[in-house]
């Protein structure tokens, strides 16, 4: 059971726009930056969007981030057939003292 | 280009020890914080622990406090994680990440090194 929870599935067809959430609580993501990595088939992790809402070097303007309250999201725009992988959020969680990442996120490009 | 290599993975008995490396280069290593991420058999990312760019400051997950330890050696570019007292629920591919600065995340990982707890 991870303290982040995301939805296990999303999907989506090219072209078009997808949300991924990724809620928890006030000591992780209602009092931290969120994070977002993608994960691509037989890969490491790749870190998409850091301190919630900044894209990372080379990251395309498709991807965005935004938070409210307790809760996180990433925007996939113009869905692509290369953005089918895992995707999970992250933050520092004062309670724990640690990191803790969501279960994440196997997006399917149909 | 900057990478970190993960080396030391592979298969102990339950209760046993292992130690795992990971090494840099192509960056100024004492200056930034590194982690350790586990990743089981067809499961999620886990984070199991963080050092800082000094050493001083050490953060560990709770399903591994007191049986794991991180630490690193700034004149050799390398951080280790010592595993104690393995559990079979511990098999995972292991990475390393380096904390990009400014919050900017896991910016450099590895690409793992294989733990397998078994008898």
């Known amino acids: 059971q991870s303290v982040l929870t995301q939805p296990p599935s999303a999907s989506g067809t090219p072209g078009q726009r997808v949300t991924i959430s990724c809620s928890g609580t006030?000591?992780?993501?209602?009092?931290?930056?969120v994070y977002w990595y993608q994960q691509l088939p037989g890969t490491a992790p790749k870190v998409l969007i850091y301190?919630?809402?900044q894209r990372s070097s080379g990251v395309p303007d498709r991807f965005s981030g935004s938070k409210s309250g307790t809760s996180a999201s990433l925007a996939i725009s113009g869905l692509r057939s290369d953005d089918e992988a895992h995707y999970y959020c992250?933050?520092?969680?004062?309670?724990?003292?640690?990191?803790?990442f969501g279960g994440g996120t196997m997006l399917t490009v149909l | 280009q900057v990478q970190v290599v993960e080396s030391g993975g592979g298969v102990v008995q339950p209760g046993r020890s292992l130690r795992l490396s990971c090494e840099a280069s192509?960056?100024?290593?004492?200056?930034?914080?590194m982690h350790w991420v586990r990743q089981g058999p067809g499961k999620g990312l886990e984070w199991v622990a963080v050092?800082?760019?000094?050493?001083?400051?050490?953060y560990y997950a709770d399903s591994v406090k007191g049986r794991f330890s991180i630490s690193r050696d700034n004149s050799r570019s390398t951080v280790y994680l010592q595993m104690n007292s393995l559990r079979r629920e511990d098999t995972a591919l292991y990475y390393c990440?380096?904390?990009?600065?400014?919050?900017?995340?896991?910016?450099?990982w590895g690409q793992g090194t294989t733990v397998t707890v078994s008898s």
């Open positions: 990440a380096r904390e990009g600065v400014s919050y900017s995340g896991m910016d450099v």
């Open positions: 192509k960056f100024t290593f004492s200056n930034y914080a």
């Open positions: 050092i800082s760019f000094d050493g001083t400051k050490k």
């Open positions: 006030r000591p992780n993501i209602g009092d931290n930056y």
């Open positions: 301190k919630t809402n």
């Open positions: 992250a933050a520092w969680d004062d309670s724990l003292s640690g990191w803790v």
